[in-house]
């Protein structure tokens, strides 16, 4: 625990003018981001007793060890750079929402030449008109179902497109008219875009005028006693009143406006946000985050504005935005928004009539998801925190372990031997640390030796980030820390920097032993190391010749368990994936400096590897990107790979012809990466 005096400024330096300011623990890394109209004071109410601070306040200071600050010429600025830093840092001791899930948007790609409806969860993307997000994607799917009879703009994926302009014929919606086709043509590209703004307009509320134009050319269409053409128009209004019908008006002035609600308790704070476009609800969405900071209703408002439009630009702000409580300074809170939208934005607490009873329907939305947030997470809580005791228990820990890592080995008989590490902290998957490994040191089976390395590469990258941050021990115990900081260091977390308190290995006494004698080789001798053997499950502690066997209803066991089939799964996917690549590796791919774009321009220009053997080092040069010196290096390289043997039907004994087509031997796209978020080292 540091003493805040240790790193307070000296009286005079820190500047009385608006700025952002940034505290940072003994690694450097940036634990917490704050804002100030004036840094002086702000800045100096850090550093007065400990004893008159909020607890959390306290236990930020005294966990940082320097703090900087960077002086901005308006308060607008500082806000902007506290999103940007709070948003590249992730400081531990910011308040920062999480999703309680995710939720699906409208989209109409207008940045594509044929601009397509479809629904997209996720980051947006620059030159896509979205709207909602809504509550379900089913949702979606029926009101753009009802709307494609009047509006029969594209759905269908890039492919689909692509093969039905080949073919010349379209797809079903084309045939049933909920498409306008212009795959075939049906339509110009200036006609499908101007449908796409009129979907667009219509889901951005502007409905009457369709409305009342549609209505127009029905009764026009009656006194010409068109009437098949009538009817159809009626089944149009009728589509779109349905689809208008699954939003409930709210506002009858048509307004555009978010409303935001927040619960809270002393730990915890929900916030429900609801979207209205053209009077209806269009949207909703939810968070929940952890109260790390001492910030009451207001600040939390003001962090979840600055969450909710960060990333957005123009419609995407509406005009209002109501609150149940200002942030701070509203008036700099609203200019930033304004900017962001590019024209005002009114920021204000709703008083009276709709806007007052919507807000307060969004608020009860908002103690519910509170409400049923702590009921979740206090059983997750408890037995995770039962887990926690009863692994330091029976490993005799000085602590419960917060941060588990496992390692495990998978090969093939002694092929493509890989290794995995996956972290658990307080309990749950950090799949952002998940590591994977090839063995390098040596080649065959040996489980035992690729432990050893694999343990050793990782301590090895954790002692180096020690080092990069200026503090690590030499082998007779003394503590140097060198002049200067051998690289810069940014305040952003580092690959390997944080060190578990327990390192769970897959496997028995062996395993465990080369995992403490790697340990042991570093000088590393505050990480505890155990096995968990897959016969009888007994986890196995190192230099001790009986296991420690757990019940079988403990709820550290099944922990202890999940974390070893986590990585035993991550490890398995990962050879896997090696294998089904080295067995689609083609002759193309022993061409060194030849890369996939290239490898797939050759088989695409000649049609097989076959075909792309017999030809001439001049006939190579006339693919794109293909130089001389590349040409002769792929003839060679074809000229001594043996072809491969003909296939027969074993049905008719036929030889069938092999084209060596390039999904088979030109270096196919290697198998898909498994889902976790796994980085190789």
């Known amino acids: 625990m540091a003493d805040p005096s240790s790193y307070r400024p000296k009286p005079g330096q820190i500047p009385d003018s608006p700025g952002v300011y940034k505290f940072r623990d003994e690694h450097r890394r940036v634990i917490y981001v704050g804002k100030a109209k004036s840094l002086r004071p702000r800045l100096s109410s850090y550093f007065q007793d400990l004893a008159n601070l909020h607890p959390r306040t306290r236990s930020?200071?005294?966990?940082?060890?320097?703090?900087?600050w960077t002086v901005v010429s308006t308060e607008v600025e500082a806000l902007q750079l506290e999103y940007s830093w709070i948003k590249e840092f992730d400081p531990r001791f910011n308040v920062k929402y999480r999703d309680d899930k995710s939720y699906p948007s409208l989209a109409v790609t207008l940045n594509e030449e044929f601009p397509r409806v479809q629904v997209?969860?996720?980051?947006?993307?620059?030159?896509v008109r979205y709207f909602g997000p809504y509550g379900h994607a089913w949702a979606i799917r029926e009101t753009v179902d009802l709307m494609l009879r009047v509006f029969p703009v594209r759905t269908c994926s890039a492919g689909v497109f692509k093969n039905a302009a080949r073919t010349g014929r379209p797809c079903l919606l084309g045939y049933i008219g909920k498409c306008c086709a212009p795959c075939v043509g049906r339509v110009t590209p200036e006609e499908h875009r101007e449908l796409a703004e009129e979907f667009?307009?219509?889901?951005a509320g502007r409905t009457g005028t369709y409305l009342k134009r549609i209505e127009q050319q029905m009764h026009e269409a009656a006194e010409e006693m068109e009437y098949e053409k009538a009817a159809r128009l009626r089944d149009d209004i009728g589509a779109l009143r349905r689809a208008l019908e699954k939003n409930t008006v709210v506002f009858n002035d048509a307004t555009d406006a978010d409303l935001v609600a927040v619960a809270e308790d002393e730990l915890e704070a929900a916030v429900q946000i609801f979207h209205v476009r053209g009077g209806r609800v269009r949207g909703q969405r939810g968070w929940v985050t952890d109260k790390v900071?001492?910030?009451?209703?207001?600040?939390?408002?003001?962090?979840?504005l600055q969450q909710l439009y960060g990333d957005e630009q123009g419609d995407a702000v509406p005009k209002e935005v109501l609150v149940p409580a200002l942030p701070e300074d509203s008036t700099a809170v609203s200019q930033w928004l304004a900017d962001r939208r590019g024209s005002n934005v009114s920021l204000r607490i709703p008083q009276r009539g709709d806007k007052k009873d919507l807000m307060?329907?969004?608020?009860?939305?908002?103690?519910?998801?509170?409400?049923?947030?702590?009921?979740?997470?206090?059983?997750?809580?408890?037995t995770r925190s039962r887990a926690l005791e009863e692994i330091a228990q029976a490993l005799d820990l000085d602590s419960a372990p917060l941060r588990i890592e496992c390692f495990d080995i998978s090969h093939l008989q002694g092929d493509d031997v890989v290794a995995s590490m996956v972290v658990f902290e307080d309990g749950l998957a950090r799949k952002s640390e998940y590591r994977r490994f090839q063995i390098k040191g040596f080649e065959g089976q040996d489980d035992v030796r690729s432990m050893h390395e694999v343990l050793s590469r990782r301590f090895k990258r954790y002692l180096q980030e020690k080092e990069r941050t200026g503090e690590w021990i030499e082998a007779n115990g003394a503590t140097e820390v060198p002049a200067e900081p051998q690289v810069e260091d940014d305040g952003r977390p580092k690959r390997f920097a944080y060190p578990p308190q327990l390192v769970v290995v897959d496997g028995g006494q062996p395993q465990v032993a080369a995992a403490q004698r790697a340990l042991d080789e570093l000088g590393i001798d505050d990480i505890a190391v155990c096995g968990l053997a897959k016969r009888l499950e007994e986890v196995w502690l190192p230099g001790d010749d009986d296991p420690v066997v757990l019940p079988r209803s403990s709820e550290g066991l099944y922990l202890l368990q999940r974390v070893r089939d986590t990585a035993h799964d991550f490890a398995i996917r990962y050879q896997r994936t090696k294998r089904a690549k080295r067995f689609r590796a083609g002759p193309l791919d022993e061409v060194p400096g030849l890369g996939e774009t290239r490898k797939q321009a050759l088989v695409k220009h000649f049609g097989s590897v076959k075909k792309l053997r017999s030809a001439t080092i001049d006939q190579i040069c006339e693919v794109p990107g293909i130089g001389r010196k590349t040409a002769e290096t792929v003839a060679a390289a074809l000229a001594q790979a043996a072809p491969a043997a003909p296939a027969v039907n074993t049905a008719t004994g036929e030889i069938i012809e092999n084209d060596e087509e390039a999904a088979g031997t030109a270096g196919a796209a290697p198998a898909a990466?498994?889902?976790e978020r796994g980085q190789q080292e």
């Open 60 to 68: 930020m200071v005294t966990t940082a060890a320097s703090v900087e």
């Open 120 to 127: 997209m969860r996720g980051p947006k993307k620059k030159g």
């Open 200 to 203: 667009c307009d219509f889901m």
């Open 293 to 304: 900071e001492a910030v009451d209703t207001a600040g939390l408002v003001e962090h979840a």
């Open 360 to 382: 307060a329907t969004v608020q009860r939305n908002a103690q519910q998801a509170l409400v049923l947030h702590k009921t979740k997470r206090a059983s997750d809580l408890t």
């Open 673 to 675: 990466s498994p889902p």
